[in-house]
């Protein structure tokens, strides 16, 4: 089984990244260096979406050039399409693995790419399926002579002991696995299934993206629900049940007192019930 970044790949794909979606190299770049990974990795589509197995090596494809890439996870669609704020709908949308994404600081050409496939021609236009006998060539092309720029994901070790975050107003106590990056991206993705895209705080429904715009959606914090003295040594994190999204107004309040207070308790203070769980 081959291994790329941590994850045992199962297909490789090239992703067409639109003209029409970015006019410029400069604005692709931005979007995979920076916009991605504040988003958590998801990748809206709108019309068609690829159908490929968790753990793809996504090449991001851009004017006849690979430019980029990451490792997929997951497909969510949405019910209703979602209307972001460049004016499209988005009918859902990729899960990638935040701390996979990279941006090649040179492009793959298609010269490069016949290199190793002899049979292939020139990048085409749709998410095209690559053999897996190329990916350890592929890889060394990557890795060999591109130095891809490596996006900055904070991977935290979980620890037992609490630290200390600095709040606007107050010190909020997190604890380490608020601060897990994957536990929080499959939290954040959970959250924006149930709620049709939308990622909000799950006690006083706080949008982030609606108040300040889509760039700032995923500002929010993640609450871990469970009570640190409760859990047991073998204790391994449930990103949906022990993980909660919320704003940090309702996060330092739970966080100001031991134990926290609870969801359902934040709740009854600022008369909201509970929703449709
Ligand atoms: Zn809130
Ligand atoms: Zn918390």
Same mark, same amino acid.
């Given at each position: 089984m081959a291994e790329y970044k941590g994850y045992s790949v199962n297909e490789i794909r090239f992703l067409p990244m639109g003209k029409n979606v970015f006019d410029t190299f400069e604005e692709v770049s931005h979007f995979i260096l920076n916009t991605l990974p504040q988003r958590g990795g998801t990748y809206y589509y709108k019309k068609s979406k690829m159908n490929c197995a968790a753990s793809t090596l996504v090449l991001f494809q851009y004017d006849g050039q690979l430019i980029g890439s990451a490792i997929y996870l997951a497909t969510v669609q949405l019910e209703i399409p979602l209307l972001m704020d460049d004016g499209h709908l988005y009918n859902g949308y990729y899960q990638f693995a935040p701390e996979s994404i990279q941006l090649f600081t040179e492009p793959i050409y298609a010269s490069d790419f016949k290199n190793i496939d002899p049979s292939f021609t020139r990048f085409g236009q749709g998410a095209k399926i690559i053999d897996l006998e190329y990916l350890n060539p592929i890889i060394n092309l990557i890795d060999g002579n591109k130095n891809p720029i490596k996006i900055d994901v904070a991977i935290t070790i979980p620890e037992e002991v609490s630290t200390l975050m600095e709040g606007a107003k107050k010190t909020i106590t997190v604890n380490a696995y608020e601060r897990n990056p994957q536990a929080r991206t499959l939290c954040i993705s959970h959250y924006r299934a149930k709620n049709n895209g939308r990622i909000k !705080?799950? $006690? !006083? =429904?706080?949008d982030f993206g609606k108040i300040y715009g889509e760039k700032f959606s995923e500002k929010i914090h993640i609450h871990h629900i469970k009570e640190i003295s409760s859990i047991g040594e073998e204790y391994e994190v =449930?990103? $949906?049940?022990d993980l909660l999204p919320v704003c940090p107004n309702c996060h330092m309040i739970a966080h100001s007192k031991t134990p926290a207070y609870t969801p359902d308790e934040i709740r009854e203070m600022i008369g909201k019930t509970k929703n449709g769980e």
């Amino acid at each position: 089984m081959a291994e790329y970044k941590g994850y045992s790949v199962n297909e490789i794909r090239f992703l067409p990244m639109g003209k029409n979606v970015f006019d410029t190299f400069e604005e692709v770049s931005h979007f995979i260096l920076n916009t991605l990974p504040q988003r958590g990795g998801t990748y809206y589509y709108k019309k068609s979406k690829m159908n490929c197995a968790a753990s793809t090596l996504v090449l991001f494809q851009y004017d006849g050039q690979l430019i980029g890439s990451a490792i997929y996870l997951a497909t969510v669609q949405l019910e209703i399409p979602l209307l972001m704020d460049d004016g499209h709908l988005y009918n859902g949308y990729y899960q990638f693995a935040p701390e996979s994404i990279q941006l090649f600081t040179e492009p793959i050409y298609a010269s490069d790419f016949k290199n190793i496939d002899p049979s292939f021609t020139r990048f085409g236009q749709g998410a095209k399926i690559i053999d897996l006998e190329y990916l350890n060539p592929i890889i060394n092309l990557i890795d060999g002579n591109k130095n891809p720029i490596k996006i900055d994901v904070a991977i935290t070790i979980p620890e037992e002991v609490s630290t200390l975050m600095e709040g606007a107003k107050k010190t909020i106590t997190v604890n380490a696995y608020e601060r897990n990056p994957q536990a929080r991206t499959l939290c954040i993705s959970h959250y924006r299934a149930k709620n049709n895209g939308r990622i909000k !705080c799950e $006690i !006083c =429904d706080f949008d982030f993206g609606k108040i300040y715009g889509e760039k700032f959606s995923e500002k929010i914090h993640i609450h871990h629900i469970k009570e640190i003295s409760s859990i047991g040594e073998e204790y391994e994190v =449930d990103a $949906i049940t022990d993980l909660l999204p919320v704003c940090p107004n309702c996060h330092m309040i739970a966080h100001s007192k031991t134990p926290a207070y609870t969801p359902d308790e934040i709740r009854e203070m600022i008369g909201k019930t509970k929703n449709g769980e």
